[in-house]
Structure formats: structure tokens, C-alpha cells
Nanobody
């Protein structure tokens, strides 16, 4: 069974940093791409970043370019989202997902989702 478990969320002040983790299990890690998404209350879920796990290619939404970095530790079957220079508008529930294709920063053909981890950025 496939599982994706996020952790690392929390509350920080604007300008601060957080590192989110997504631990994958139940499949061969680099056979699927991993994407990060976020959803704020009352808003649509939006893609944030995507990584092609077998070669490390990465893609970012314009709103986070230069501030967020998606990375991975293949041995640990873990994808990360390092978030720097956080802004209040980054406040959202953050989810990781596994899928077949990084269509740019949007993960496509999603097969599995994690449960989410809350990120709150105060001014």
C-alpha cells in the first residue's frame, strides 16, 4: 500500500523558514514523481513544485520561485520542500502527492496524496 506522510509544518513569522518532509512508502520511490500542493481556506488547491525523482529535475510555481526548493533523499524515500522568506500569503495546508508526470510545476496523473501539514505565516 502506498503511503505519503507529510511533516514539518508549523507557525512562523514572515521572513522565516520551514522545511517540510514527505516520506513515501509502499512503492519504488523513483518510479513516481512527487509534487507539493497547497490549499488555503476558501481557495482552490494549487500546485507549488514538482520533482522528477529519477533524475532530480525540479519545477516551481512563479509564486514560490527563488524562495522554495524541492529536493529529495532517495535512500530515505523522502521529498522535501524548503521554504524560505515566507510570506503571510504562503499560509495554507501543504500536501505532497505521487503521480506519473511533472507537467511543469503541476504534478499530473496523481495516484496518492498525503494527509497534509499546516503552515501558518504571521506578519
Amino acid at each position: 500500500q502506498v503511503q505519503l506522510v507529510e511533516s514539518g509544518g508549523g507557525s512562523v513569522q514572515a521572513g522565516g523558514s520551514l522545511r517540510l518532509s514527505c516520506v513515501a512508502s509502499g512503492y519504488t520511490y523513483n518510479t513516481k514523481r512527487v509534487g507539493w500542493f497547497r490549499q488555503a481556506p476558501g481557495k482552490e488547491r494549487e500546485g507549488v513544485a514538482c520533482i522528477v525523482t529519477f533524475n532530480g529535475d525540479t519545477y516551481y510555481a512563479d509564486s514560490v520561485k527563488g524562495r522554495f526548493t524541492i529536493s529529495q533523499d532517495i535512500a530515505k524515500k523522502t521529498a522535501y520542500l524548503e521554504m524560505n522568506s515566507l510570506k503571510p500569503e504562503d499560509t495554507a495546508m501543504y500536501y505532497c502527492a505521487a503521480g506519473n508526470v511533472c507537467g511543469g510545476y503541476r504534478l499530473r496523473s496523481i495516484s496518492d496524496w498525503g494527509q497534509g501539514t499546516q503552515v501558518t505565516v504571521s506578519s
